[in-house]
């Protein structure tokens, strides 16, 4: 089955550390996207890359970084410089990073602070 | 002024009413509209997309004003199934997508 899965579905983070979510998909789509949702709220973008070997930064960036070394794969790391990182966290991809392109979204990972 | 802005609801209908929600968008060069549906604690999913002469996908209408800069999502026939969040996507010609903060739907029996 084609799709996009996340790794773990709940995460805990302690005070100063940092943690990295997974995202793979199988899609074979080039573009990548990762989005934090909190409660009651719509999804806002962290990271994104449209092609391998690049990406650029969405509106909430601070804390966050990210790679994109093979097509399948667009790790996120949530760094202790995020001092509010509890969130669901999405990953979607999309066939190309161009405006009419529909995403997919994977299940999410939900992260909380300890 | 958030750039994609929705009525967060809630919305409670019985089964068999018609519901419509709408959504304004504040950037004039935006160039596709869609509309997601989340499930509680799930992912969002493409519901539909609008297109600017509308479209309509069984009970499903979507409406495009890019004059007025809104979107309209009609449902008509609610059944038990359709409650969950609307999520109203509003895309760049740079790819880029922002997203709503939703309009809760419950349909009750």
């Known amino acids: 089955d084609g799709g996009i899965t996340q790794s773990p579905k709940y995460l805990f983070r302690k005070e100063g550390q940092n943690v990295t979510l997974s995202c793979e998909q199988n899609?074979?789509?080039?573009?990548m996207y990762w989005y934090r949702q909190d409660p009651g709220q719509g999804l806002r973008l962290i990271y994104y890359?449209?092609?391998?070997?690049?990406?650029q930064k969405g509106d909430i960036a601070e804390g966050y970084s990210v790679s994109r070394e093979k097509k399948e794969s667009f790790p996120l790391t949530v760094t202790s410089a995020q001092k509010n990182p509890t969130a669901f966290y999405l990953c979607a991809s999309s066939i190309e990073g161009t405006s009419w392109q529909t995403q997919y979204f994977g299940p999410g990972t939900r992260l909380l602070v300890l | 002024r958030k750039e994609v802005e929705q009525d967060p609801g809630p919305f409670n209908v019985p089964e068999g009413a018609t519901v419509a929600f709408n959504c304004t968008y504040s950037?004039?060069?935006?160039?596709?509209f869609f509309w997601y549906r989340q499930d509680c604690r799930k992912e969002p999913k493409l519901l539909m997309s609008?297109?600017?002469s509308g479209n309509e996908d069984g009970r499903f209408t979507a409406q495009l004003n890019r004059a007025s800069q809104y979107i309209s999502l009609l449902i008509r026939d609610s059944k038990l199934s359709d409650s969950a969040t609307y999520l109203c996507?509003?895309?760049?010609?740079?790819?880029?997508?922002?997203f709503g903060d939703g309009t809760t739907l419950t349909v009750k029996p």
């Open positions: 609008v297109y600017s």
């Open positions: 899609l074979n789509h080039d573009a």
């Open positions: 996507v509003v895309n760049t010609n740079a790819g880029k997508s922002t």
């Open positions: 950037n004039s060069a935006s160039q596709s």
């Open positions: 890359s449209q092609i391998v070997n690049d990406f």
